[in-house]
């Protein structure tokens, strides 16, 4: 009985938190719609809006492994206090320039870096908590939910954005983030997370960092099932992004504003369908298949949506693609809260994260010339692919050259997921590779976790 208290109240303060982030997420939304509106009136081109999303993704990547040494070693309800605190003040400092008359792009630019920054080192904290948080059998939900807020952001964001910027500006947009930061943090400070104990280890803060990034390195080498599945989603994440970023001018090429629009909100709306019945039912158990198959079905949304320029087509392949993903990332999220030792999960999904997340970058850097300099020439009208099977099976025309780079996105990553699930360390990962977690876990003890030998 004392087991099944203990296990509600934690479960009670995941929801808070959870609850606090989504409110949260959903201002950095409105706030990064706001940013990209004003920064697309301001210069008129496509390449600025590229160049964000570069400089938040980039600090996210090179600083995952010092984040999860923190995570592991800090209190992971400070990080996530400070993280929050830190991207609330970039976003005030640009709300002081835009008030000054004085705001420009570079100073976007700048804020969406420090933003990077500091979620860099929250979302390992947050992350790693989860599995101290709430019982194993109920894991692969709690990913589900996840999803979920990330699919209500996708799907909200850009309706009130849109009427909001028109009614209260980018002035108005930023005072509301500010006021959702202010809920989150606030649901944090009444909240206990529990801090496991980890190794007293001598040395500089860079060697300790190191050798922790070298630790989390190892423990995913010694396990190549979960190491395989890394490189899966590191390829997935290249041949999804590197066309995923071109969806506005895929739209754009022939359609208008309000609906690319539509399009972008049965992109939420799939997120959010997936995520809520993955939320209530739990997903699957055979965990590895359920994530082959969702990118697997990822990459046939993708290729649907790139086959014609028809709005409603495209939508449909974004709808299914952003469908599935929820199963597929809670699926995979699971297994690893599962497989690693919650006391070295700030290290490990440190590293995790920086492998699966390590090909967005260059994705971004190489989807803007490839479309204008390649494929757009290819399928222009009169271009080398007029009169071809490959013209006749996507069109010519403007925007034809990103709907071949969807196209090929698609086809390529049902070929990687195929080869994925032939290796077996991959397909016999939930079987071969010991759980780090009980069972039946009879509730959370808020006193610090013992350190298994490892």
Same mark, same amino acid.
């Given at each position: 009985m004392n087991g099944e208290i203990i296990t509600l109240r934690t479960m009670k303060t995941f929801f808070l938190i959870w609850?606090?982030?989504?409110?949260?997420?959903?201002?950095?939304?409105?706030?990064?719609?706001?940013?990209?509106?004003?920064?697309?009136? &301001?210069?008129?081109?496509?390449?600025?809006l590229a160049l964000t999303a570069l400089f938040s993704i980039l600090p996210r990547v090179l600083l995952f492994p010092a984040a999860g040494t923190l995570a592991d070693r800090?209190?992971?309800?400070?990080?996530? #206090?400070?993280?929050?605190?830190?991207?609330?003040?970039? &976003?005030?400092?640009?709300?002081?320039?835009?008030?000054?008359?004085?705001?420009? #792009?570079?100073?976007?630019?700048?804020?969406?870096?420090?933003?990077?920054?500091?979620?860099?080192?929250?979302?390992?904290? $947050?992350?790693?908590?989860?599995?101290?948080?709430?019982?194993?059998?109920?894991?692969?939900?709690?990913? %589900?939910?996840?999803?979920?807020?990330?699919g209500i952001e996708s799907l909200l964001t850009p309706l009130l954005a849109g009427l909001l910027y028109g009614t209260i500006g980018l002035q108005g947009i930023i005072w509301i983030d500010f006021a959702t930061f202010i809920f989150a943090?606030?649901?944090?400070l009444f909240v206990r997370i529990p801090q496991p104990v980890v190794e007293t280890e001598q040395g500089a %803060?860079?060697?300790?960092?190191?050798?922790?990034? #070298?630790?989390?390195?190892? $423990?995913?080498?010694?396990?190549?099932?979960?190491?395989?599945?890394?490189?899966?989603?590191?390829?997935a994440n290249f041949l999804l992004n590197i066309s995923a970023i071109l969806l506005s001018p895929l739209v754009l090429s022939f359609s208008t504003p309000e609906m690319l629009g539509?399009?972008?909100?049965?992109?939420?709306?799939?997120?959010?369908?997936?995520? #809520?019945?993955?939320?209530?039912?739990?997903?699957?158990?055979?965990?590895?298949? &359920?994530?082959?198959?969702c990118l697997t079905m990822g990459g046939v949304g993708f290729a649907i949506a790139g086959l014609r320029?028809?709005?409603?087509?495209?939508?449909?392949?974004?709808?299914?693609?952003?469908?599935?993903?929820p199963f597929g990332s809670g699926s995979a999220q699971a297994i690893f809260q599962i497989k690693v030792a919650p006391e070295v999960q700030g290290r490990v999904f440190a590293v995790r994260s920086l492998i699966s997340r390590s090909m967005m970058p260059v994705a971004y850097l190489l989807s803007g010339p490839l479309a204008d300099r390649v494929f757009e020439p290819?399928?222009?009208?009169?271009?080398?692919?007029?009169?071809?099977?490959?013209?006749?099976?996507?069109?010519?025309?403007?925007?034809?050259?990103?709907?071949?780079?969807?196209?090929?996105?698609?086809?390529?990553?049902?070929?990687?997921?195929?080869?994925?699930?032939?290796?077996?360390?991959?397909?016999n990962l939930e079987d071969e590779l010991p759980d780090a977690l009980p069972d039946v876990p009879e509730g959370v003890s808020e006193e610090p976790l013992p350190v298994p030998n490892a």
């Open positions: 609850a606090g982030q989504l409110v949260s997420l959903l201002g950095s939304g409105l706030t990064s719609f706001a940013f990209s509106v004003w920064i697309f009136q &301001t210069t008129g081109n496509a390449t600025p800090w209190n992971r309800r400070w990080v996530m #206090v400070l993280s929050d605190t830190g991207s609330a003040l970039s &976003t005030l400092a640009i709300l002081f320039l835009f008030s000054l008359g004085s705001l420009q #792009v570079w100073h976007i630019y700048l804020a969406a870096l420090i933003s990077g920054l500091f979620g860099s080192f929250q979302e390992p904290a $947050y992350i790693s908590s989860i599995s101290l948080l709430v019982p194993k059998k109920h894991l692969t939900r709690a990913s %589900g939910m996840i999803q979920m807020s990330q943090v606030s649901t944090l %803060g860079w060697k300790i960092i190191l050798q922790d990034s #070298v630790f989390g390195w190892k $423990y995913l080498r010694m396990r190549p099932g979960l190491f395989g599945l890394l490189v899966y989603f590191a390829l539509v399009v972008q909100s049965a992109l939420g709306l799939g997120m959010l369908a997936g995520s #809520v019945i993955m939320s209530v039912w739990g997903g699957p158990r055979r965990r590895v298949l &359920t994530v082959v198959l320029p028809d709005p409603w087509l495209i939508g449909s392949g974004m709808f299914a693609a952003l469908f599935f993903a290819l399928m222009q009208s009169g271009g080398p692919a007029e009169g071809t099977f490959l013209g006749a099976l996507l069109q010519t025309g403007p925007g034809r050259g990103a709907g071949l780079m969807f196209v090929l996105s698609g086809v390529i990553m049902v070929i990687a997921s195929a080869f994925a699930y032939s290796y077996s360390p991959i397909r």
